[in-house]
């Protein structure tokens, strides 16, 4: 066995990639990540404020209904105030339903599931390492990754997880490494060359805002195109931290 990560030979892995397998892939990613734990509860946070409105239209309308009554509305104003009324709760359920479904549609994975299963992720799927990059083949994509795409690699529960800064992620289930010991070398290897490509934070940084319009956070001005990571105006040292919107899409180095 190789004591040396950096001598261990890059290999092709080969699977046949089932509805099910992206099912538990996409289940235990949803239940791991702190990101879908936000985006879950900011979910949970709109269908609140939903179910509020959805209350407050229906007091609306029955205080209108008793102002009626009591004289204080004049009658020719009653049905319009209503109708509106009714109409607004109305739409406000209708939507409260359609939150709810893509609510359970996120928690469940089955968002995903479906756009995978629809970009012809089910199927064979070829995944080849170099030095170079890496070489993905599904049955209608072939894409290939230089390393400057990639920013951690790391071993999860079920996967070898090679993380991109944005966009793609490889990962690649544990049992189609030899051993555990093989799984983790082959960690190793991977950051060893993402170390050796420079994919520092700086790097990455500067990779995000390459098209991105962002705000400098101190002085405002348009970071997009920066050839550094800091800002060209006021000089701003720009991190995962301080570029609007890098935390979470950029990932921070790993020790
Ligand atoms: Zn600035």
Not at 8 to 36: C, G, I, K, Q
Not at 68 to 94: H, K
Request: aromatic share 10%; net charge neutral.
């Amino acid at each position: 066995m190789p004591s040396d990560a950096a001598e261990m030979p890059f290999a092709e892995f080969s699977l046949e990639v089932t509805e099910d397998h992206l099912r538990r892939f996409y289940a235990s990613a949803v239940a791991n990540s702190d990101e879908w734990k936000l985006a879950l509860d900011r979910f949970r946070q709109k269908i609140r404020l939903n179910t509020w409105a959805v209350v407050i239209f229906i007091v609306a309308f029955f205080t209108v209904l008793v102002l009626v009554v009591m004289g204080v509305v004049a009658e020719r104003f009653a049905p319009l105030l209503l109708l509106g009324a009714i109409v607004s709760a109305g739409t406000s359920a209708l939507h409260g339903q359609q939150l709810r479904t893509q609510f359970k549609a996120v928690q469940s994975g089955d968002l995903w599931l479906k756009q995978s299963v629809e970009s012809g992720a089910v199927g064979p799927w070829k995944i080849d390492f170099s030095d170079s990059g890496v070489r993905s083949r599904m049955r209608n994509t072939d894409a290939t990754y230089g390393w400057e795409h990639f920013s951690a690699a790391e071993l999860v529960p079920s996967h070898v997880a090679v993380l991109a800064s944005q966009g793609v992620s490889m990962y690649i289930p544990i049992e189609l490494f030899t051993s555990d010991e093989a799984a983790r070398g082959f960690v190793r290897r991977v950051q060893s060359i993402l170390e050796s490509h420079a994919c520092t934070a700086a790097h990455r940084i500067v990779a995000y805002l390459r098209d991105q319009s962002t705000p400098c956070p101190k002085c405002r001005y348009d970071l997009k195109g920066v050839q550094h990571a800091t800002c060209p105006e006021c000089g701003l040292a720009l991190s995962f931290e301080n570029v609007p919107g890098a935390r979470g899409v950029v990932m921070p180095p790993r020790n």
